[in-house]
């Protein structure tokens, strides 16, 4: 099967988990485990958006959430590595070679590609869907769109 026949075929699987159910983490948690089994990647996972109500001086930073994989960095400020650099310019970002991204940010060491792909809800980053794999160049074009497409599924989520 190719990369494609397989987004294609987890599409509709993942519409039908996230469709009833109101509480984004679960639906992230399902997620990175259906992308995970599916692709074998190195970390596939979600970084949430959090807001500091007493700082009003930074855009907050991006936590750590539901993931499979080895551990990973928990906190990642506004603009910095592939992840805030993905949620400050709101677009997905695709890097064949992290160790040629400049302010990559190093969570392991075994990571050489990835990509990241905005949670878009209201015109807001609420999330960034993050994959990582142990190979140079894993990540192109097709695995962009189709991961916007479940991004897209996630923003729906009503929580």
Known sequence: MTKEQTYQSLLPQIEALVAGETDLIANMANVS??????????WTGFYRVEHNAQDTTTMGELVLSPFQGPIACTR???????????????????????????GHIACSSASNSEIVVPVIRNGEVIA?????????????????????????????TNT
């Open 76 to 102: 990642i400020p506004y603009g910095r590595g592939v992840c805030g650099t993905a949620w400050q310019q709101a677009q997905s970002v695709v890097v064949p070679d992290v160790h040629a991204f400049a």
């Open 128 to 156: 960034v869907l993050d994959i990582d794999s142990t190979e140079f160049g894993t990540f192109d074009d097709t695995d962009r769109r189709y991961l916007e497409q479940i991004a897209f599924l996630l923003a729906r």
């Open 33 to 42: 485990a259906v992308l995970h089994e599916a692709f074998g990647f190195w």
